[in-house]
C-alpha cells in the first residue's frame, strides 16, 4: 500500500507507469469519462461520485487481477486497509468483477484529502467511503492497473 500526496508526484520518476499515471491525474483540467483507457489492456480510470458513510456501513474489498490507485478531486474519504489474509470472506471473489468482499479488523486507516491517492495491492483489502467525520459529498478516480504493469 502506498499513501501519498500528488505534489510528490517527482518520487515516482523512476517507475515510468506510476509516474505517467500520477503525471496524467496532476493534470487533469475535468473529471474523466467512464473507463478511460491510459494504456491499453492495462491501465484505465473511473470517476467515482459518492457521499461517505458511517464505517460501520462499509465492508472491505480486495482485487486479484488489478491494483487500485484511489485520488481524491474533491472532498476527504477515510480508507482502512488491512492484509487480505487476516480477514474472512464475505461474499465469495467473482474473477469475472475482480472483486471480493471481506469483514475482519484494520490493521489502520488513512485520511485522503484533495490531491491525496493511495494505491492498494492485491494484498490490500480496503473498506472505502469512510465519512472521517461527517458524511460529505466526494470526487475521486480510480485507476485500476493489471498486476504487473507498474
Not at 457521499?51 to 472491505?60: D, R
Amino acid at each position: 500500500m502506498i499513501f501519498d500526496s500528488i505534489k510528490n508526484l517527482n518520487n515516482y520518476k523512476n517507475n515510468n507507469e506510476l509516474y505517467d499515471i500520477l503525471y496524467y491525474l496532476h493534470n487533469l483540467n475535468k473529471m474523466p469519462s467512464a473507463n478511460t483507457v491510459l494504456k491499453e489492456n492495462s491501465i484505465f480510470c473511473n470517476p467515482v461520485y459518492f457521499t461517505t458513510k458511517s464505517e460501520s456501513e462499509c465492508i472491505f474489498e480486495a482485487h486479484k487481477n488489478f491494483i487500485d490507485l484511489h485520488y481524491i478531486v474533491k472532498g476527504s474519504e477515510k480508507i482502512a486497509t488491512a492484509d487480505i489474509t487476516s480477514l474472512t470472506p464475505h461474499t465469495p471473489y467473482d474473477a469475472d468483477k475482480d472483486i471480493g468482499f471481506y469483514t475482519g479488523k484494520q490493521y489502520g486507516s488513512y485520511v485522503l484529502n484533495e490531491g491525496d491517492f493511495m494505491i492498494c495491492f492485491p494484498s490490500d483489502a480496503h473498506m472505502v467511503a469512510i465519512a472521517p467525520e461527517a458524511p460529505k459529498a466526494v470526487e475521486k478516480i480510480v485507476v485500476k492497473i493489471k498486476v504487473g504493469s507498474i
